[in-house]
């Protein structure tokens, strides 16, 4: 089975910059798309930007696109999301999520969760 482990959150000024990292450990990391979610208090768990196996496809939401950059290293079994221009509206917990098939932007479509690492964007 897949396990993932985030880090890299943390408490950061508004206009500042993050890079949370995603390991994984357990399968073949290459088999699978990487997918990341937020989810801020008192909101529904808000889909953030996902790449696909070969790193080649990337795909954002509409409120990070600009700003965020999806990675990944297969050989390092790790994904990244390079994050610029922070605003408070992206405090948040960040979850990275696999994937072996499905719909990008669905939660329900990926397979394996980490704990998730917490974003604070101060104004």
């Known amino acids: 089975q897949v396990q993932l482990v985030e880090s890299g959150g943390g408490l950061v000024q508004a206009g500042g910059s993050l890079r949370l990292s995603c390991t994984a450990s357990?399968?073949?990391?290459?088999?699978?798309?990487m997918g990341w979610f937020r989810q801020a208090p008192g909101k529904e768990r808000e889909f953030v930007a996902a790449i696909l196996r070969s790193g080649g496809h990337t795909y954002y939401a509409d409120s990070v696109k600009g700003r965020f950059t999806i990675s990944r290293d297969n050989p390092k079994n790790t994904v990244y999301l390079q994050m610029n221009s922070l605003k408070p509206e992206d405090t948040a917990i960040y979850y990275c999520?696999?994937?072996?098939?499905?719909?990008?932007?669905?939660?329900?479509?990926?397979?394996?969760w980490g704990q998730g690492t917490q974003v604070t964007v101060s104004s």
């Open positions: 357990g399968r073949t990391f290459s088999s699978y798309a």
């Open positions: 999520a696999a994937r072996n098939s499905g719909s990008y932007y669905r939660s329900r479509d990926y397979n394996y």
